[in-house]
């Protein structure tokens, strides 16, 4: 047991706005451990920038009392680098969907894993698009047969966000299921700590449109083995895996990107520039 | 399900500091819950998710009471003794629907308000010490006498007898 001091408590990181998530959504469990990985690393609240993109977990700025930036749809990376980059002294944590981080946002997430900038981002993957009323998603099942769009299931094999992350050189790969706020807590706070892009998958539940998943509490297992440095050690392991392990996965350390900042130009020069 | 503890409560601020937070999560929970239901319009749960997060405020302000001059420790969330992941009085949450009735949340309430006295009791059984063991054994009581009110409740509405609402918005499925 260790001590921390937060001037904080986890419900004053919470905003007034009544979330509009359907009673039992798994997201209900993510905002819990937002709010209480920010009071126990005791972060003030205009120290952190919240940003999203679009979907029912894209609504998290919302409902905290960080900044926040709810933008477009599969966009919420290329957003949340900019603020970095301008805003080095921000926390900045970056919330999404499946759809709208390994589809939309694909080649956004792709490049913000390689380019390493020290941002964490938050994927509450629910395999499927709830917004729009139950379409299948990029880590959606092959054989899921319970849209309109795709009666007879996509025979897409899914999307594999740990290894596309290991591939594409995230620093921090770590699986967490919303209905375990506690050990979701550990891992965001992990991820806000690692200086670098810190990738989490958060397993949350949609009870509407994925009933089933109602079961991934009873399927959910820590990974076998601790955290590894190693690359090959955790591609081995992610084929391995079956998509239900939770815990920290990998973690390395390589410089994190972040330009200079050094004014170039002043800004009358540049007005200069858009003369007609 | 079965309450169980990762390792004795071996002191009373310890033992305090996990009651506070099992009934402060069982209060902001009810809370959540109650604002969701008023979001979809389920006004008749929205207000008895909102009087059973009174009566959960009114148990933690006892505790905080017992508390009273006590420095209590600051346990990171991942680190309380319960097992079930969330706090004892927080299970089954996945469960609600938007169309819930008075009777399903009571029974929810019921069933987590029995988690919490077993995981009092479960704590007065284990503990090496004394006062912990008493503490522990009046909560677990007084959560006991919340079963028996809730038990009382439940048979006291003839909903219970009827079967649940059909959905006659069901989410976009094929048939």
Known sequence: MTATQSPLKPKAYKSSVKPVWCPGCGHFGVLSAVTKALAHLALAREEVALVSGIGCSSRLPAYTELYGFHGVHGRALAVA???????????????????????????????????????????????????????????????????????????????????????????????????????????????????????????????????????????????????????????????????????????????????????????????????V | MKITISAPIETVPEFLAHALELENESVERYEQLADSMETHNNLEVAELFQKLAGFGDKHAQEVTEHAAGMQLPRIPPWDFKWTSGEAPENQGFDEVSYLMTPCQALRMSLHNERLGRDFYAHVADTTPTAQVRALAREFAAEEGEHVRLLEQWIDSLAECNEPPPEDMDPPNMPE
């Open chain 1, 81 to 275: 680098s900019g603020l970095k980059a301008a805003r080095p002294d921000l926390t900045v944590l970056v919330a999404g969907g499946d759809g709208d981080g390994f589809s939309i946002g694909g080649n956004h997430f792709l490049h913000a894993c390689r380019r390493n900038m020290d941002i964490a981002y938050i994927v509450m993957d629910n395999e499927v698009y709830g917004m729009t009323k139950g379409q299948a998603s990029p880590t959606t099942a092959p054989d899921w047969t319970h849209s309109k769009l795709t009666p007879h299931g996509t025979g897409i094999p899914s999307f594999n966000p740990a290894a596309i992350a290991l591939a594409s050189g995230a620093t921090f790969i770590a699986r967490g299921f919303s209905g375990d706020p506690g050990g979701l807590t550990r891992l965001l706070v992990e991820a806000i700590q690692h200086p670098g892009f810190a990738f989490l998958q958060v397993l949350s539940p949609c009870t509407t449109f994925r009933p089933e998943q109602k079961e991934w509490k009873k399927m959910v297992h820590p990974f076998d083995e601790d955290a590894t440095g190693n690359p090959v050690e955790a591609a081995q392991r992610i084929v391995a895996d079956d998509g239900m392990s939770t815990g920290l996965l990998y973690r390395t350390r390589i410089p994190v990107w972040q330009p200079a900042n050094r004014v170039s130009m002043e800004v009358s020069e540049l007005e200069g520039g858009f003369q």
